[in-house]
Each structure stands twice: as C-alpha cells, then as structure tokens.
DNA sequence: AACGATTTGTTCGTATGTATC
DNA sequence: TGATACATACGAACAAATCGT
C-alpha cells in the first residue's frame, strides 16, 4: 500500500472537482456515502479515513465544510484589484499603501474610524523608523470592508517625538480630512518624497482569521505590505502594516506604456 | 467545554512557541508525553486528540512532524527579497519578472534551460495574448535554485505568429544570450514599451510542491506573478508566469527618494 | 415550537505500519 | 535488532448544527 487510502480518496475527489464534475458550489456525497464509494470490495472505508482524505482537500483549499450540511466545493470570491502606485506624488495623496479604486467600480468601501494607541515600538518598527530601544510611537490602526467584507486592516507607526513637535493630530481617533502627509508637511515642513515596500505572504495569525471570517480550516494566505516612508533628507517618517487576506485580494503594477485594460473577465476557474 | 481539547492544546503550544519557550528548531514533547501534560486530572488526553492539537498548528505552520525523530517548531529560511522593477528599461533586460541581485549577494544562482512546448492557449493565456479560439502558443519553462533550494517557476508564453514571422528562437531550448526583449526587436521589430504585473497568492499545486519540496502538510503560499508585456502599438508581446513559495522569498519595491538599504538583520521571529 | 433525521465535529480506544536512531 | 516516534486505519459513541415536518 504505497498510497494512503485516504490520499488515494482525497486525490480522486480532487480530480472529480478538477474536471469539474463536482462544480464550484456543489455539494460532496456525505461521509457516509463516501465510506461506501470508496470501499474496498464489500468493505466499507472507515469514516474518520474518509474524513481524513477531506480534511486533506481542505487544506488544498479546494472544499469547505459546513457543520449540519455538509462538504462543498469552494467558489472563488470575485477579488478586488488595487493598483499598486509607483509614483509617490500619486501614492502619497491616497495615504494608504494602493491607490484603490473602490468607488468607481460600483462596489461601496467602508472604513473604521483610526484605533490609535501609544506603545513601545517592537524591534521591527524600531528598525525601520530608525528608533534606539523602546522609545515610544504612535499607532494608528483601521480596518477596511468592501461590500460589507472584510478586505484589509492597515497600521500605520509614527515616531512619538512628531507629536512632541506639534502635531498633536496624530493622536486624534479621526480621520485627518487633508491626510496625513499634507499634514505633517504643514506642521513640522516634513515633506514625503519616497517609500519602500516589502511583500510577503504568510498564514493568518488568531485576529486576522477572526476579522476576516477565515475559519480555522480554510486555507488562505495573509499579503503583508509594510512601507517605510522617507522625508528629502532620507528619514524615516512613518511604517504602515497592511494585511490582506488572498482570496479576496489581487495586486497589479504596470511599468511603462500600458495599453488600458480592457473589461475583463472575473469568471472562477 | 466551549472550546474542544484539541484546540486548547494546539493554543497552549502556540501560545508558547510564541513567548520562546519553545524555540524555533527546538522538539516537542512527544505524543505520549503531551498525553500527560494535557490530561484532566489523573486521565490522560487521548492520543488523538494530542495529534489533532499537533495537525492544527502543522496547518497553521509553526511546527513539522518527521516520523520516527520527533515534532520540531519550524525554522524560518533566510528569504531571498527581489526587487521589483518599475522601469521598464531595466526590467526588460534581465528577462525575467524581477531585477535580482543573486551573485552580488554572494548567493549561486542556477537556471535550468527553458523547457520549450507549443501547445493551444488555455483561456486566460489566450486573453492576455489577445488570441481567438485555441490558437497555439510557445510556451518556455524555466526553474530557478539559489544555492540549491528550488527558489521560483517560470513560464513565458508567445504567440506562434512570431515563429511563421522569423523569430525561430523562440523555439530553441536554449536561453538567448541578448535577451528576448532584444532578439525580438531585431528579428520581428518589435520593441517592449511597458509591461502590466498582477500579483496573487494561492495554495500550491501537486507540481509546485513537488518541485519547491513542500510536504504535503507544511502550509506554504505560493506568490504568482503574471505580467503581460506590450509592444508600442499596445499589442500584448507576451505573458509570463512566475511562482515562488511564500516562506523563501520576498518582494521590494521603491518609489520616490529612497535612502540605501543598511544591512539587514534577518532573524526569524 | 418541538421533534426527528441528517451531517459534520469531537473524543476515545486499539491495532498495525513505517521511519529513525 | 530493539526502542521510540510519528502515520495510517478502523470502530464506536456522543455532541452540535441544520433543515424539514
């Protein structure tokens, strides 16, 4: 028995879902009647073997389970696209890490109001903001919906000594109308004029499956943007920390001329 | 009992992987030990119910099984940070999605030649290509080890109109020494003016974990890149598609007036 | 509202296989 | 070779969620 037989039963049902006779939404056969597909001659397959071949589906990401109903196939979700700016006059203006579009398509963003607390900075944000120790910094943080899902939640870390030095806005839970760049280059003349970003992508940590509804079985990875911004000097301003769940959540760039992209379609595979 | 056994002792060695007391490389208790660490009182936890605790933090990532040595937390790989390039100068001569620096950081990059197929475009090839029906496309497969450890996929699709046109290369299993971006100027005339990138994440498929040897349980995203490259008329040259496992690699970008990077420290968590 | 049928979730026991040292 | 540790497989019982009657 070089395969499992659970692997054997979960990489049948993955290419039943493959050559789409099981389509995106449809439901399993239950476990039982599964026992019975799967048998050896008479033999029926034990239960927990077969639900051991759908666990396995589960973490491919292809099924999902629902306690009382049963196992179904996943339907992608129609993922929204944020055009990742390359020009930081553009970029800057939106105070966030992508120049989205939101509103235009049709689809209604919503955001919380900023969270925002004062906290030793973790060695991480230190680095970046160029901090010795554990001084202090400021963070703000918000979560953002699209048509009432979840999509992102942002953080963004400010050095302390900014509201010592007058800016006093940056402890205020609202949103600054002007922005945040604006008004720093107001306050204390400290103008952005770059960043740099780091992607990564990783699993989901216990707070982000819980604001964005991923079960604990689902599989969906977490895109991290982290961008440190820099004033004319090359001192580090702030360090935002934005959070995307996949599954919902596509990137694009485009680098010299592009024609217009055309209307596209967002069918599942 | 709101929360089931299994969950609170998957929490409990979360919670302690994540405060250091087991560190990263450091070996779990084994089954039979867990069994008397978790029980209620004089009874011992089921030993399946140990290794249901073990399967959800395997899933979340934070440890791996090796049968016959024992349960270790994971250890973190140095990644290897691409940057992305914004200017279609420079991205365009390397030939590939990123500008890298694998030699200049003392790393041995290694590249198998392209794998070399014609077959018909699938449907979203066909789209991006701006192809009717099931035209055939040249498509040119290439995998990528840095010091040895299978580090990205990537395969480059063209319409067969540019072979009947001359550029008989593109069939050759070999990479040409120009650059693409240059032969194709100077056999078919056709010059690279800008490219569009869109960036997902996903869970990887039989192919992806064989190659990046990613167990069948280690929860690893993959990184997709798929950039479409246009000529100045707008016409889409070609598509590539390149694929990087989450753990061991990483993005960067700049816009703007970006101090120089100081070195990094690159511990793991 | 109550109940039963169906389906997945949790927990335990047990036996045997396979990998490593 | 034996000891240890994880992997597979099966059986059983009860819990919890869902849905229709």
Redesign the interface.
């Known amino acids: 028995m070089a395969e499992p037989m659970y692997?054997i039963i979960a990489d049948d049902l993955d290419r039943r879902i493959k050559i789409g006779e099981l389509q995106p939404g449809a439901q399993l056969p239950s476990e039982i009647e599964l026992r019975e597909e799967y048998g050896q001659g008479t033999a029926k397959a034990s239960r927990n073997t077969v639900r051991d071949a759908i666990?396995?589906l589960v973490?491919?990401?292809l099924v999902e389970t629902r306690p009382g109903q049963g196992t179904f196939v996943v339907k992608k979700v129609l993922?929204f696209?944020s055009r990742?700016?390359?020009?930081?006059e553009a970029?800057g203006i939106e105070d966030g890490v992508y120049k989205d579009e939101v509103g235009k398509r049709g689809r209604t963003p919503d955001e919380t109001r900023p969270r925002v607390e004062v906290q030793p900075a973790d060695p991480t944000v230190a680095?970046e903001l160029g901090l010795t120790g554990d001084e202090q910094v400021i963070s703000r943080h918000q979560e953002r919906r699209i048509d009432g899902t979840p999509w992102s939640m942002q953080t963004t870390f400010y050095p302390m000594k900014f509201v010592e030095r007058g800016a006093t806005n940056l402890l205020m839970a609202e949103n600054i109308a002007e922005g945040m760049v604006k008004y720093l280059e107001e306050k204390l003349n400290i103008k952005q004029?770059?960043?740099?970003?780091?992607?990564?992508?990783?699993?989901p940590t216990g707070n982000e499956r819980t604001f964005f509804t991923l079960s604990?079985?689902v599989?969906v990875?977490i895109?991290e943007f982290r961008r440190t911004s820099?004033d004319?000097t090359?001192v580090p301003i702030r360090h935002t920390v934005t959070v995307y769940p996949?599954d919902r959540n596509?990137?694009?760039?485009?680098?010299?001329?592009?024609?217009a992209?055309p209307e596209?379609?967002h069918e599942a595979k």
Chains 1, 2 share one sequence.
């Open positions: 692997r666990k396995l973490t491919r990401g993922p696209v990742l700016a390359t020009d930081p970029g680095g004029v770059g960043w740099r970003d780091t992607i990564t992508a990783r699993t604990d079985k599989q990875a895109i820099y004319e090359g996949a596509q990137f694009e760039m485009e680098a010299g001329a592009v024609p992209r596209k379609n």
